[in-house]
């Protein structure tokens, strides 16, 4: 019996990692896209961003690691404390700058753009609270009896939706027009994230 080629094995699992990586994070943006989505509980849209961003994150660093001859830590990013995304996105850029110094100045400046953008910090802190144990299942937990101090793993999305509807001039006269405006803000950083995600595979800054 032929036994499957290890690297043909491993294209293959990289490319389901990537493609669920991207199924989820566009379910989870298809959902944010509704100006109306955080009147319900914003759970659905989270788990889907979380994971997708944690799948993308932990995908693009292991085979930037590996193809410098280098072993990831398995326990790197899990357990009860969290999953590490902010950790994870800080890791990667770091790569991405790194390895982009020696491309065209249009690479180097969507990863400048990314990592200066004034929305992902507080995006990228509310996916890596609401993956944590204490996150998800924070109203779970409540139902058991255990209480939670502080705010809840999304509030770090609210303040900047609310930076976005102030820099949108929208709190003198709020209308539905600011709101939808300050969702597009957030919504390009997001995607001017995964953009960068995306040039950063195509043009080799990642290794295989």
Do not use: C
Not at 78 to 90: C, M, P, T, W, Y
Not at 98 to 117: F, H, I, N, W
Not at 120 to 140: E, K, N, P, Q
């Amino acid at each position: 019996m032929n036994k499957p080629n290890p690297k043909v094995l491993r294209a293959l699992h990289l490319a389901s990692e990537l493609s669920t990586a991207t199924e989820l994070l566009s379910l989870g943006l298809n959902q944010v896209a509704n100006p109306k989505w955080n009147a319900h509980q914003p759970g659905g849209a989270f788990n889907q961003l979380s994971q997708g961003a944690e799948r993308l994150l932990k995908a693009t660093f292991w085979v930037y690691e590996s193809s410098n001859g280098r072993s990831v830590d398995s326990r790197f990013g899990s357990g009860a404390s969290g999953h590490a995304i902010s950790d994870l996105d800080e890791r990667v850029f770091d790569i991405y700058v790194s390895e982009s110094e020696s491309l065209t100045p249009y690479v180097r400046e969507l990863v400048a753009e990314a990592r200066s953008d004034s929305y992902w910090r507080d995006i990228v802190l509310a996916l890596d609270s609401w993956a944590a144990t204490s996150g998800r299942y924070r109203d779970l937990d409540a139902l058991r009896g255990r209480t939670h101090q502080g705010d809840p793993p999304w509030a770090s999305w609210d303040a900047a939706e609310h930076r976005a509807i102030t820099e949108a001039g929208g709190w003198g006269n709020l209308t539905e027009e600011h709101l939808i405006d300050s969702r597009k803000r957030l919504m390009l950083s997001f995607m001017r994230w995964w953009h960068v995600h995306y040039r950063a595979w195509q043009h080799g800054l990642v290794g295989g």
